[in-house]
């Protein structure tokens, strides 16, 4: 069993007047992924971007989650380009405490080998439920199609994965996850 926190990463100040950052709402792709890890794992999640927990300056504790309730997977929500700065700070330091880390979402998958290189381990490309599933389980990461990650120094992309075609297996996002949240949702999408 992995514990594994998932992590949205927090948008740039400016992004905030944007009328969707009125609104707050988390990407449910990653939460997605998270559900259906979430049987047979240990499984929480954060969004910086709606986050009521313990703060360092001005920013999520993240040394104070990791005491609170170890990780030894890291996930990241990558596709929103304004926030991948934050994204590998996060990355560099739940390498630090020893976790692996990984990373989904539309700006990963274009850019993998910029995630590779500023601390992720492994990129995950298109829909992220099976494979996540497939990387928990293997013992190469090169048996796991659709993921890039870096063998001496360079970029292994194990090649491309059908999408999924049966969604209706999957579980509903399952919001509870995420923890320390600092407004209550009024509006889903
Ligand atoms: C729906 C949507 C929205 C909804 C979000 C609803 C919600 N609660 O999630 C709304 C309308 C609110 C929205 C708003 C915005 N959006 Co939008 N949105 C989309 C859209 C059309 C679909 C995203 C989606 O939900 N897909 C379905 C889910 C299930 O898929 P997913 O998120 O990609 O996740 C899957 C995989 O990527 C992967 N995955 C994702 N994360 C992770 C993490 C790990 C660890 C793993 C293993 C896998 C994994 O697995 C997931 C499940 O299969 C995409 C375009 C697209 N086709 O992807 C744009 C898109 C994500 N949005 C975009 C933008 C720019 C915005 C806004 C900034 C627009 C604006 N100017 O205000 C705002 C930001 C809002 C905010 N503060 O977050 C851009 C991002 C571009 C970029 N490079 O940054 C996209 C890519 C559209 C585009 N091409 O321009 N958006």
């Known amino acids: 069993m992995r514990k594994i ?3 949205i ?3 740039p100040s400016h992004s905030r007047y944007n009328i969707y950052a009125r609104i707050s709402m988390p990407p449910v792709g990653i939460i997605s992924v998270l559900t259906t890890l979430s049987k047979e794992n240990q499984v929480f999640a954060v969004d910086e971007n709606n986050y009521g927990g ?3 300056d001005c920013m999520p504790d993240h040394s ?3 005491r609170e309730s170890p990780a ?3 996930l990241f929500y990558g596709g929103m380009s304004n926030s991948i ?3 590998f700070e996060l990355a560099k330091e739940y390498k630090r405490f020893g976790c692996i880390t990984i990373a989904g979402g539309s700006h990963v998958d274009a850019e993998p080998e910029e995630a590779l290189r500023s601390g992720i381990d492994i990129v995950v ?3 992220g439920e099976e494979t996540m599933k497939e990387i928990l389980a293997a013992e190469s990461y090169s048996q796991v199609k659709g993921i890039s990650f870096l063998e001496d120094g360079k970029v292994v ?4 994965r059908e999408p999924l075609k049966h969604l209706d297996i999957l579980p509903d996002p399952d919001l509870t996850l995420i923890r320390y949240l600092k407004k209550k949702w009024k509006f889903f999408v």
């Open 85 to 87: 700065p934050r994204l």
């Open 54 to 56: 313990p703060l360092k």
């Open 157 to 160: 992309f194990t090649g491309k």
């Open 64 to 66: 104070y989650l990791q």
């Open 9 to 11: 990463p927090q948008y």
């Open 5 to 7: 926190i998932g992590i």
């Open 125 to 127: 490309h298109g829909e």
């Open 72 to 74: 030894d997977m890291a």
